[in-house]
């Protein structure tokens, strides 16, 4: 069964640091991988989408990385806003495409 | 707007009553999914459906049931709502291939 596991829970740093947000997972046979962010009381919002292929993908100052064989992703986020305090979730697709399986998420505050 | 809508955004029932959460998408999206979340549980998938008139379970199906009549529409039932049940439930639909995952503003349901 795939299990998806994010480290750190939480995390709290002041504006303009960059971090890194993990996510470890069990199973590599996925589809890929995919990285959302969700707002207090808000539904899911869809960040970066890495293919099993993929090595990397780049959205403005987000990067995510993947390697499949040792079941890890990273997502790298570069000079930290206050507007990006949020939950991180990191979810992989399985290779039917038919599921997406999510971690429990890393809680972000990014404090001005 | 474009995406998904959830009918209703809160509800409380009494246990034993019975409900319908509807989705509604209008991507033109062939996969359709249920997921709940839960404090230190993270989202679970409770049903999901691969096209019109096609439903599978997912990792907690146990006392839901869903049907998808239309493309644009699946639907998840509560026939006896149990305590058990409480709990934020968001719809998403995505593309065959797995990108353009999304997801609705959630369904808040609380059973006394």
């Known amino acids: 069964k795939q299990e998806v596991t994010q480290i750190p829970a939480a995390l709290s740093v002041p504006e303009g640091e960059n971090l890194v947000l993990n996510c470890s997972f069990t199973d590599s046979a996925i589809y890929n991988l995919q990285w959302f962010r969700q707002d207090p009381g808000k539904g899911l919002t869809s960040l970066l989408l890495i293919q099993s292929s993929q090595r990397e993908q780049t959205s403005g100052r987000l990067n995510a990385s993947l390697d499949k064989s040792s079941g890890r992703s990273t997502l790298y986020i570069a000079a930290s806003q206050p507007g990006d305090s949020a939950t991180y979730l990191c979810a992989v697709l399985n290779q039917a495409g038919t599921a997406l399986i999510f971690g429990k998420g890393t809680t972000l505050s990014v404090s001005s | 707007n474009a995406g998904v809508t959830q009918t209703p955004k809160f509800r409380v029932l009494k246990t034993g009553q019975s409900m319908t959460l509807l989705c509604a998408q209008d991507m033109n999206h062939e996969y359709m999914y249920w997921y709940r979340q839960d404090p230190g549980m993270g989202l679970r998938l409770i049903h999901y459906s691969v096209g019109e008139g096609t439903t599978a379970k997912g990792e907690v199906p146990d006392g839901y049931n869903v049907s998808r009549l239309k493309k644009q529409n699946f639907l998840l039932g509560l026939e006896s709502a149990a305590p058990s049940q409480t709990s934020v439930y968001f719809c998403?639909?995505?593309?065959?291939?797995?990108?353009?995952?999304?997801f609705g503003s959630g369904t808040r349901l609380t059973v006394v």
């Open positions: 998403a639909s995505s593309n065959r291939d797995g990108y353009g995952y999304t």
